[in-house]
C-alpha cells in the first residue's frame, strides 16, 4: 500500500498566514506608536502611553512652544528634583510629566493666581465640576454675550482658582490676570479687567472663522481634567520666589518677567532667587552674562516673532551647567 501524499502547501494562499502576517504587523505598529508617545507609571501600577500636556488655558509669556525643548535640557541634568519658579500656566511642567517625570518631584512656584492653581492641584483641592458649570454656562449663551457675562458675572464671583481661569481664558490678548485688594486686574499697570469680544472675520480677511471670548470651553475643560489627574502631588506654592529656599541636587528654571512687557502684578529678582545654584537655566529676551550656554529660540512664524517692527520680544534661554548626575 503507498502511502499518502503529503498534503500540500502554498504560503501564498494559506488563509492562516495572512491572518498571522496581519497580527504580526499590528504589532509592529503599535511597538513604534509606543516608541514615539511619551510613557508614564499611572497611580495604579500600569504603563499607559500618554499624549502630551497642555496648559489649561492661553497666557502672554507661557512657554507652551517651547516648553519641550526646556524640559529636555533640564532632564538631561539628571537631577532628581525640578523647580519651575515663575511657573505661569505650567507649560514646562505639564512638558517634564509628559517625559515621565513624577509629579512629586516637582516644585512649581509663582506669586500670582497661577500659584493659587497649581497650590490646589497638587494638593487634590481643585474644583473642576466648579469649572466645568462655569465652562457650560459660557456654552449655552449666544456667544456675542459671553463678554458682557464674564464682565458682569464671572468679574464679580468670589475670588477662586476656577474663577481666574476662565478670567484668564477670557482676557484681550490673554493678558495676565492678577488680583489686587480693589480686584481683578491686567497688566503690570494694574488696568481694569477687560474680556475680549467676539470676533468675526471682515471680509477679505485671511482669518476664516469667528473667534469666541472663551476660544474653546470644551479644549479648555478636557486639558483641564487632564491637568488636574497628572499633576496630583506636585509641590504648587503660591509665593514670591526670592522666598524659595532650593534644595541641592535639584535642576531650576526660572521664567521672570520680561524687561519692557506686560508684568505680572509683581517683580522678581531672578539672580536673587538663583543665587550660586546650578544647574540652572533661565528664559530672558536677551543673553545672560556668565551663562555657558546661550539658546536663541525659533520665531513663532517667519517674520512674525523676532520682527521688530512688530515690536515682539526675543526669546533666550541661558543656562548654567552642572555635572551630570547633580
Given amino acids: 500500500m503507498k502511502p499518502a501524499p503529503a498534503p500540500s502547501w502554498d504560503p501564498k494562499t494559506d488563509p492562516d498566514l495572512d491572518a498571522l502576517c496581519v497580527i504580526i504587523g499590528l504589532c509592529f505598529y503599535w511597538l513604534i506608536m509606543l516608541g514615539c508617545m511619551p510613557i508614564r507609571l499611572t497611580p495604579n501600577g500600569s504603563d499607559i502611553p500618554m499624549k502630551p500636556l497642555r496648559p489649561i488655558t492661553g497666557y502672554q509669556g507661557g512657554k507652551r512652544r517651547?516648553?519641550?525643548?526646556?524640559?529636555?535640557?533640564?532632564?538631561?541634568?539628571?537631577?532628581?528634583?525640578?523647580?519651575?519658579?515663575?511657573?505661569?500656566?505650567?507649560?514646562?511642567?505639564?512638558?517634564?510629566?509628559?517625559?515621565?517625570?513624577?509629579?512629586?518631584?516637582?516644585?512649581?512656584?509663582?506669586?500670582?493666581?497661577?500659584?493659587?492653581?497649581?497650590?490646589?492641584?497638587?494638593?487634590?483641592?481643585?474644583?473642576?465640576?466648579?469649572?466645568?458649570?462655569?465652562?457650560?454656562?459660557?456654552?449655552?449663551?449666544?456667544?456675542?454675550?459671553?463678554?458682557?457675562?464674564?464682565?458682569?458675572?464671572?468679574?464679580?464671583?468670589?475670588?477662586?482658582?476656577?474663577?481666574?481661569?476662565?478670567?484668564?481664558?477670557?482676557?484681550?490678548?490673554?493678558?495676565?490676570?492678577?488680583?489686587?485688594?480693589?480686584?481683578w486686574k491686567v497688566g503690570e499697570t494694574g488696568w481694569r479687567y477687560c474680556a475680549r469680544g467676539y470676533w468675526e472675520p471682515p471680509p477679505g480677511s485671511r482669518e476664516k472663522n469667528p473667534r469666541g471670548t472663551i476660544f474653546s470651553p470644551d479644549g479648555m475643560l478636557e486639558a483641564a481634567k487632564r491637568v488636574e489627574e497628572a499633576c496630583i502631588g506636585l509641590d504648587g506654592r503660591q509665593c514670591r520666589a526670592e522666598t524659595l529656599r532650593i534644595e541641592g541636587g535639584a535642576a531650576v528654571y526660572i521664567d521672570p518677567p520680561y524687561e519692557g512687557t506686560w508684568g505680572y502684578g509683581t517683580r522678581m529678582d531672578w539672580r536673587a532667587v538663583a543665587g550660586t545654584h546650578t544647574p540652572l537655566i533661565v528664559s530672558e529676551g536677551c543673553a545672560l552674562q556668565g551663562a555657558d550656554e546661550a539658546i536663541e529660540l525659533a520665531p513663532r512664524k517667519e517674520g512674525a516673532f523676532k520682527g521688530k517692527s512688530r515690536g515682539r520680544p526675543e526669546e533666550w534661554l541661558s543656562i548654567w551647567n552642572a555635572p551630570v548626575g547633580c
Avoid at 516648553?67 to 528634583?81: P, Q
Avoid at 511657573?87 to 516637582?106: F, H, N, R, Y
Avoid at 500670582?112 to 462655569?134: A, C, H, R
Avoid at 456654552?139 to 464671572?154: C, F, L, R
Fill in 66 to 183: 517651547y516648553a519641550r525643548l526646556i524640559a529636555e535640557r533640564l532632564t538631561a541634568f539628571g537631577c532628581g528634583r525640578y523647580y519651575d519658579i515663575g511657573a505661569g500656566s505650567g507649560a514646562v511642567t505639564l512638558a517634564l510629566i509628559s517625559l515621565g517625570v513624577s509629579p512629586k518631584q516637582i516644585t512649581m512656584v509663582d506669586a500670582g493666581p497661577w500659584g493659587w492653581v497649581w497650590e490646589t492641584i497638587g494638593k487634590g483641592e481643585f474644583d473642576t465640576m466648579y469649572l466645568e458649570d462655569l465652562l457650560q454656562k459660557a456654552k449655552a449663551m449666544p456667544p456675542q454675550n459671553v463678554k458682557a457675562w464674564v464682565e458682569s458675572v464671572i468679574l464679580h464671583e468670589a475670588p477662586s482658582p476656577e474663577i481666574f481661569l476662565i478670567l484668564q481664558a477670557a482676557s484681550f490678548g490673554s493678558a495676565p490676570v492678577w488680583l489686587s485688594r480693589d480686584g
